[in-house]
């Protein structure tokens, strides 16, 4: 059976605050902004992935302190090119450090507006071998999602 880790809960202060930071200034795509008088939830998620993230007001969402959220994880082919497009976003983005040559060992972070750290990773293979394979039908890659 396959076990597919499909959405984080990510514990934010301010909803509207987060989804402009997510959105505008990192990029991720709104999958939805679902608001009425009882709850507001929003889910975004980043280009190429399949895992997005999910805030909101229901009471699960709110189990978690805004900003405790520490060392989320994305992958990307490029760190230097992906970092300027952030700090091009106004995004404070801490300079690349390389751990080791190998293909895996190269690394940035940043911060959302309540703390929550995010760790960039370079993988030079995902230029080739996506983990998800790109959608071609021109319907977007997270048509019915």
């Known amino acids: 059976m396959d076990w597919s880790l499909e959405v984080v ?11 402009a930071f997510y959105r505008d200034k990192v990029g991720f795509e709104l999958d939805h902004d679902t608001q009425n008088e009882h709850m507001h939830v929003v ?7 399949g895992c997005s993230i999910v805030f909101g007001d229901l009471p699960a969402q709110r189990e978690m302190e805004p900003g405790s959220m520490k060392g989320l994880q994305l992958v990307v082919a ?19 450090q390389v751990i080791t040559e ?27 071998t996506p983990l998800i394979p ?7 890659a997270w048509a019915g999602r």
């Not at 990510?10 to 987060?18: E, G, H, M, T």
């Not at 490029?78 to 690349?96: F, T």
């Not at 790109?134 to 977007?140: E, L, M, N, P, Q």
């Open 134 to 140: 790109k959608d071609h039908s021109g319907a977007g």
């Open 43 to 49: 889910q975004l998620t980043p280009p190429g992935s």
């Open 9 to 19: 809960v990510l514990p934010v202060s301010d909803i509207d605050r987060a989804v």
């Open 78 to 96: 490029d760190a230097a090119a992906a970092r300027q497009e952030l700090l091009d976003r106004g995004v404070e983005a801490s300079e690349i």
């Open 102 to 128: 190998a293909d895996g060992g190269t690394f940035f972070g940043f911060a959302d507006p309540d703390s929550n750290t995010w760790a960039v990773q370079e993988i030079k293979a995902r230029a080739e």
